[in-house]
């Protein structure tokens, strides 16, 4: 796997009822939709923008330390953009990539495990946004993939989700994923991603997150094998709601998670349970505070209830 940096990438760029789902990209479409802004890829002045709204802001841009733009080898290369500026017409805050070898590729923003980041606060109320342009030989669809890393607090995977931007849907080793919308290929504007974690389990139902910290390629890119096709990405982050009941008003031990033989209970906290297996599923899940575990394979789970976590053993 070969490293690009983002500099390099800038450098050479210049600086249905699914359509319904990209949307316009501009920062004026989400500013008032969150409160918490996880940001992989931001053009400097949104940033700003987003800080002086009182905004908590959490930068996780390329670093070339912890943090990095990877290439799977020789598959990519930085592509010339048909258009000189990204979203919100500015020009520090996109890349642009072309396909250079038949057969694969693709690409990842991803963070080192020697430091992960904090992703304790996302829900499925969470979004997640990502602007693409499609450039005049653009794929015929790319295929974009969230969350494929590790959740450092447990070192267990998370189960990525795997969604298709194109005229039709990407296709990987016989595995075709959900279409959410079609390039404007004559026009080549900017349109984004933009689904919240809740919408991308009801598009790839195996998608699961885990509370905590993160390492590995939040997002990956794969863009076909065709030689020469080109497009541009920009406005990479998640965004949503301050976590109800979060760790500023009721701090994770004042909920009691109490396995026994039959049940998984939570004393003091909110209703809702979910339990994860070790690969990172969500394999039992209540509304209330309680739920059956005599079906589940004796071994390690984690629990999450609330804002409290904590490892079980189901025997």
Not at 168 to 191: I, Q, T
């Amino acid at each position: 796997m070969k490293k690009m940096t983002l500099l390099a990438a800038m450098a050479v760029c210049g600086m249905g009822a699914m359509n319904a789902q990209l949307v316009d990209p501009s920062l004026n479409q989400t500013i008032n939709n969150g409160e918490i802004f996880d940001v992989f890829m931001l053009d400097n002045a949104s940033v700003t923008t987003l800080q002086q709204e009182g905004k908590t802001v959490n930068l996780y841009t390329v670093d070339e330390t912890t943090r990095h733009m990877y290439i799977w080898d020789g598959t990519m290369v930085a592509g010339t953009p048909s258009n000189q500026v990204g979203v919100d017409f500015q020009t520090d805050g996109f890349s642009c990539f072309q396909v250079g070898t038949v057969g694969w590729s693709g690409l990842g923003l991803a963070v080192d495990e020697v430091a992960p980041i904090d992703l304790g606060h996302i829900s499925d109320e969470t979004h997640f946004h990502m602007a693409v342009r499609p450039e005049g030989n653009a794929p015929a669809a790319i295929a974009v993939i969230f969350g494929d890393g590790t959740n450092s607090e447990y070192g267990m995977k998370w189960t990525p989700a795997k969604i298709s931007v194109g005229s039709s849907a990407f296709v990987d080793n016989g595995v075709s994923y959900p279409l959410v919308g079609d390039f404007d290929r004559e026009g080549g504007d900017w349109k984004a991603i933009d689904l919240t974690l809740g919408d991308l389990k009801k598009l790839f139902p195996s998608f699961a997150y885990l509370p905590g910290g993160f390492y590995g390629n939040i997002i990956s890119v794969l863009a076909g094998g065709v030689a020469g096709t080109t497009f541009s990405m920009d406005a990479i982050y998640l965004y949503g709601p301050k976590a109800q009941g979060g760790v500023e008003d009721v701090a994770a031990d004042e909920a009691q998670i109490v396995v026994s033989a039959k049940t998984i209970s939570v004393l003091g906290g909110q209703e809702g349970i979910d339990v994860y297996n070790v690969s990172g599923q969500l394999v039992k899940s209540s509304e209330s505070t309680i739920v059956g575990v005599e079906d589940l394979t004796p071994g390690l789970y984690v629990v999450k209830a609330g804002n409290a976590v904590k490892k079980v053993v189901i025997r």
